[in-house]
C-alpha cells in the first residue's frame, strides 16, 4: 500500500525526523491560508499522486502544462494561481504513462535553502533476508540511472536483526555521504530514526529522494516516498486509515475484497490462473504469440466458487478485453471448483468475448465434464501452448 508524501512525512515525524512544515489542501481557496500559516518568503506546491517524476512531470490542461507538477512560488498570488492550474487536473509523468492521473491533493509546504542533496532509502533486501540501506552522495536524481552509470556512488550494506541499527551504520551513512562532525552526528541519529519507523510501522519501503544539508548545517527530509507490506496491515490500523483509493485502479481494489492478487496491464487477453509462477508464464506465453495480457490475476491455492466467480467479474469489468484465458493447475486448488465459478459468473455477467479453459490436476474430469455440459461457448484446451495459441487467434479473428 503507497501513502502520499505529506501522508509519508507525518508519520515519519512521529519518529522525530526532520521534516520542513506544510499543509496538505484539497480545495484551491484552502491555499491562501495554508500559505499564510507557514510564513513564507517561499512556498514549495507539490502535486500529491502516487507517482514518481512529478517536477519533470507535465499537466495535459496547456495552461499548466509545461511547468511542472512541483513548483516553486514567490508570493501568496503565486502559490494560489498554482493550486487553480494543479488541482483536477491531469499529470503525466514517467511514472503515471500517457493517460496521468489526476491530482485531488496539493501539499504546500515551506522553502528551503539547500546547500547539498543525497539520496537515501531502506527495503528489505530478499538476498539477505534484511533490511537494508541505500545510500548515494547523488540526490535527486533517477537511482536507477545513477545504478546503471555510475554505480561506485551507491553504497549499501544491510542490518542485522538481531541487533537492529547499530552506531556503526551511522558511521557507514556519513562516511558514503562525506559528512563530518555535528552532520555525522544528525545522520547517526536520522538513521535510528527511519530504522525504527520502518520496522515499527511494517514498512517495505522508505525513499527520501533528496535528503538535503540545509545552509545553515542540518539535515532534513525534503521528500519521502513510503510503501507498506500488504500483508501487514492489519495490525496498522493508522496505516490503513491513510489509504486513498482515488489513486488506485477501482478492479484492484474489488480485487482485493476477495484476497485476490490482481494488477491491471494494459493488454487485451485477460487472464485468470492459480499460482503466482503460472499467472508469470502464462502472460510470458501471450506475448510469445504476439498478444498481450491485460491483468495479472492468482486466484490463489485455496479459492472458493465465490472467489472465483468475482474474480471473472473483475476481468470482464476491463473493456479492454477482447478475449479470456483460464489456466488452472489443480493441486490445493480443484479444477471442478474453478470450473463452476465460471459458469456461475458466466451466468451472471454473460459472455461478451472468447473464453478458452484449460484444466489440469486435481478432479480435472469432474471439471471438464462441468463445462462441457454447461452450454457455454468455451474453447477447451490440452495444455499452456495449446491454450495460448487459441486464445491469441479467437481474439485476431475479432478484429
Same mark, same amino acid.
Given at each position: 500500500?503507497?501513502?502520499?508524501?505529506?501522508? $509519508?512525512?507525518?508519520?515519519?515525524?512521529?519518529?522525530?525526523?526532520? &521534516?520542513?512544515?506544510?499543509? =496538505?489542501?484539497?480545495?484551491?481557496?484552502?491555499?491562501?491560508?495554508?500559505?499564510?500559516?507557514?510564513?513564507?518568503?517561499?512556498?514549495?506546491?507539490?502535486?500529491?499522486?502516487?507517482?514518481?517524476?512529478?517536477?519533470?512531470?507535465?499537466?495535459?490542461?496547456?495552461?499548466?502544462?509545461?511547468?511542472?507538477?512541483?513548483?516553486? =512560488?514567490?508570493?501568496?498570488?503565486? %502559490?494560489?494561481?498554482?493550486?487553480?492550474?494543479?488541482?483536477?487536473?491531469?499529470? %503525466?509523468?514517467?511514472?503515471?504513462?500517457?493517460?496521468?492521473?489526476?491530482?485531488?491533493?496539493?501539499?504546500?509546504?515551506?522553502?528551503?535553502?539547500?546547500?547539498?542533496?543525497?539520496?537515501?532509502?531502506?527495503?528489505?533486501?530478499? =538476498?539477505?533476508?534484511?533490511?537494508?540501506?541505500?545510500?548515494?552522495?547523488?540526490?535527486?536524481?533517477?537511482?536507477?540511472?545513477?545504478?546503471?552509470?555510475?554505480?561506485?556512488?551507491?553504497?549499501?550494506?544491510?542490518?542485522?536483526?538481531? *541487533?537492529? %541499527?547499530?552506531?556503526?551504520?551511522?558511521?557507514?551513512?556519513?562516511?558514503?555521504?562525506?559528512?563530518?562532525?555535528?552532520? #555525522?552526528?544528525?545522520?547517526?541519529?536520522?538513521?535510528?530514526?527511519?530504522?525504527?519507523?520502518?520496522?515499527?510501522?511494517?514498512?517495505?519501503?522508505?525513499?527520501?529522494?533528496?535528503?538535503? &544539508?540545509?545552509?545553515?548545517?542540518?539535515?532534513?527530509?525534503?521528500?519521502?516516498?513510503?510503501?507498506?507490506?500488504?500483508?501487514?496491515?492489519?495490525?496498522?490500523?493508522?496505516?490503513?486509515?491513510?489509504?486513498?483509493?482515488?489513486?488506485?485502479?477501482?478492479?484492484?481494489?474489488?480485487?482485493?475484497?476477495?484476497?485476490?492478487?490482481?494488477?491491471?496491464?494494459?493488454? *487485451?487477453?485477460?487472464?485468470?490462473?492459480?499460482?503466482?509462477?503460472?499467472?508469470?508464464?502464462?502472460?510470458?506465453?501471450?506475448?510469445?504469440?504476439?498478444?498481450?495480457? $491485460?491483468?495479472?490475476?492468482?486466484?490463489?491455492?485455496?479459492?472458493?466458487?465465490?472467489?472465483?466467480?468475482?474474480?471473472?467479474?473483475?476481468?470482464? #469489468?476491463?473493456?479492454?478485453?477482447?478475449?479470456?484465458?483460464?489456466?488452472?493447475?489443480?493441486?490445493?486448488?480443484?479444477?471442478?471448483?474453478? #470450473?463452476?465459478?465460471?459458469?456461475?459468473? &458466466?451466468?451472471?455477467?454473460?459472455?461478451?468475448?472468447?473464453? %478458452?479453459?484449460?484444466?489440469?490436476?486435481?478432479?480435472?474430469?469432474?471439471?471438464?465434464?462441468?463445462?462441457?455440459?454447461?452450454?457455454?461457448?468455451?474453447?477447451?484446451?490440452?495444455?499452456?501452448?495449446?491454450? #495460448?495459441?487459441?486464445? &491469441?487467434?479467437?481474439?485476431?479473428?475479432?478484429?
Amino acid at each position: 500500500m503507497n501513502i502520499h508524501e505529506y501522508q $509519508a512525512k507525518a508519520v515519519l515525524k512521529e519518529f522525530g525526523v526532520p &521534516v520542513s512544515n506544510g499543509r =496538505a489542501i484539497m480545495q484551491a481557496s484552502d491555499a491562501e491560508a495554508a500559505a499564510k500559516a507557514l510564513g513564507g518568503p517561499l512556498w514549495v506546491v507539490k502535486s500529491q499522486i502516487h507517482a514518481g517524476g512529478r517536477g519533470k512531470g507535465k499537466f495535459k490542461e496547456t495552461a499548466a502544462g509545461e511547468k511542472g507538477g512541483v513548483r516553486l =512560488a514567490k508570493s501568496i498570488d503565486e %502559490v494560489k494561481q498554482f493550486a487553480k492550474e494543479m488541482l483536477g487536473n491531469t499529470l %503525466v509523468t514517467i511514472q503515471t504513462g500517457p493517460h496521468g492521473k489526476q491530482v485531488n491533493r496539493l501539499y504546500i509546504e515551506e522553502g528551503s535553502d539547500i546547500s547539498k542533496e543525497f539520496y537515501l532509502s531502506i527495503l528489505v533486501d530478499r =538476498a539477505t533476508a534484511r533490511v537494508a540501506f541505500v545510500v548515494s552522495t547523488e540526490g535527486g536524481m533517477d537511482i536507477e540511472e545513477v545504478a546503471h552509470s555510475t554505480p561506485e556512488k551507491i553504497i549499501t550494506f544491510s542490518v542485522d536483526p538481531a *541487533t537492529g %541499527v547499530m552506531p556503526h551504520h551511522g558511521r557507514t551513512v556519513a562516511k558514503a555521504l562525506h559528512l563530518k562532525g555535528d552532520l #555525522a552526528k544528525e545522520v547517526g541519529v536520522l538513521v535510528e530514526q527511519l530504522y525504527t519507523a520502518f520496522v515499527a510501522k511494517d514498512m517495505a519501503m522508505l525513499e527520501i529522494n533528496p535528503l538535503i &544539508v540545509t545552509t545553515d548545517n542540518h539535515l532534513r527530509c525534503l521528500d519521502a516516498k513510503i510503501s507498506f507490506d500488504t500483508n501487514s496491515l492489519y495490525r496498522q490500523a493508522d496505516i490503513v486509515a491513510l489509504r486513498d483509493e482515488t489513486e488506485e485502479d477501482a478492479k484492484e481494489i474489488e480485487a482485493s475484497k476477495y484476497d485476490l492478487s490482481y494488477i491491471a496491464l494494459d493488454g *487485451t487477453i485477460g487472464c485468470m490462473v492459480n499460482g503466482a509462477g503460472l499467472a508469470m508464464a502464462t502472460m510470458d506465453i501471450i506475448k510469445l504469440y504476439g498478444e498481450f495480457p $491485460a491483468n495479472f490475476l492468482d486466484v490463489g491455492g485455496g479459492a472458493t466458487t465465490d472467489k472465483v466467480t468475482a474474480a471473472f467479474k473483475i476481468i470482464t #469489468a476491463d473493456p479492454n478485453v477482447k478475449g479470456i484465458l483460464v489456466n488452472i493447475f489443480g493441486g490445493i486448488m480443484k479444477c471442478d471448483v474453478i #470450473a463452476e465459478g465460471v459458469i456461475a459468473a &458466466v451466468k451472471e455477467v454473460g459472455l461478451q468475448v472468447p473464453l %478458452v479453459v484449460r484444466l489440469e490436476g486435481t478432479n480435472v474430469a469432474l471439471g471438464k465434464e462441468i463445462i462441457s455440459k454447461s452450454g457455454l461457448n468455451v474453447i477447451a484446451a490440452d495444455d499452456l501452448d495449446d491454450a #495460448a495459441q487459441k486464445i &491469441v487467434k479467437a481474439v485476431r479473428e475479432l478484429r
